[in-house]
Nanobody, 115 residues
Framework: QVQLVESGGGLVQSGGSLRLSCAAS????????MGWYRQAPGKQRDMVAA???????AYADFVKGRFTISRDNAKNTVYLQMNSLKPEDTAVYYC?????????WGQGTQVTVSS
């Protein structure tokens, strides 16, 4: 099993920044891709960004140029730097990790952007 704990969410004004962190523990060996998803009330959960163990990165179009994903394999931690935040970025942000074809999720952290 892999446990994921997110932190760094909160309330920020439009145009502001937040940095999310997600620390993995448990059976962390062989974790490949890690990523961030988000879910706004009444909407589906969408991929925000993902990063492989080797550093290959993918972003959703709606965050390109504003968000940056990074990863520290030694700390088993993935980060999401979010700049130029917009009210439409308001959502619960979830971390996930793929290990040997099993997908694990964190409990989520709320990000609220006020206009």
């Amino acid at each position: 099993q892999v446990q994921l704990v997110e932190s760094g969410g909160g309330l920020v004004q439009s145009g502001g920044s937040l940095r999310l962190s997600c620390a993995a523990s448990g059976m962390v060996s062989s974790i490949n891709a890690m990523g961030w998803y988000r879910q706004a009330p009444g909407k589906q959960r969408d991929m925000v960004a993902a990063i492989s163990r080797s550093g290959t990165i993918a972003y959703a179009d709606f965050v390109k140029g504003r968000f940056t994903i990074s990863r520290d394999n030694a700390k088993n931690t993935v980060y999401l730097q979010m700049n130029s935040l917009k009210p439409e970025d308001t959502a619960v942000y979830y971390c996930n990790a793929n290990r040997l074809s099993a997908l694990y999720w964190g409990q989520g952290t709320q990000v609220t952007v006020s206009s």
